[in-house]
């Protein structure tokens, strides 16, 4: 018996090692570790509690050391909306779109962010994307939100032009 928790106990650090090295070769599985994992996490919860500028803080620290995680960019991406900063939600957006090009829910969210900033024939573009389809499957109501987005970027450029007419 005390052969088989000495052997056990040898064990348990030699997998350690195994681990750390293999997080140290495979950016991937580094991607999941702990800390990042965990600073995920606290980031979402701060954005769910309503502290936008935390989060945003936590996820900017985590994308600087983990600059290819399209989750950590689009929860910055998402936090900066919530705080206004439309211009930097456009930045990070196109962060995930690099990595990610036919990201229907990035689309989607970036053309709101564009629409604010009054970019409208790209947020017109970018959510007509994704209400049109693609070749992945676009969940429903995400659709049908794109559709409202266009009806209302539609009536923005209507009105637009009309006041512009009057003066």
Do not use: C
Not at 35 to 63: I, K, M, N
Not at 121 to 133: F, N, Q, T
Request: aromatic content about 4%.
């Amino acid at each position: 018996m005390d052969r088989q928790r000495a052997g056990a106990g040898h064990q348990i650090p030699r997998g350690r090692q195994f681990h750390q090295r293999r997080n140290r070769l495979s950016p991937d599985s580094a991607s999941r570790s702990p800390p990042r994992a965990h600073s995920l996490g606290l980031g979402q919860l701060l954005g769910a509690r309503g502290d936008h500028w935390s989060a945003a803080d936590t996820f900017q620290s985590l994308v600087a050391i983990a600059p290819r995680s399209v989750k950590a960019w689009s929860r910055l991406a998402i936090e900066f909306q919530a705080l206004g900063r439309h211009a930097d939600a456009a930045g990070a957006f196109h962060k995930v779109l690099e990595l990610d090009p036919e990201l229907p829910g990035a689309q989607y969210v970036l053309g709101r962010s564009l629409a604010q900033l009054r970019q409208t024939d790209e947020a017109a573009k970018l959510l007509s994307v994704v209400r049109d389809g693609s070749d992945r499957p676009i969940d429903p109501v995400l659709r049908a939100k794109a559709r409202i987005q266009l009806k209302r970027l539609s009536r923005t450029r209507t009105l637009a032009t009309s006041s512009w007419i009057r003066r």
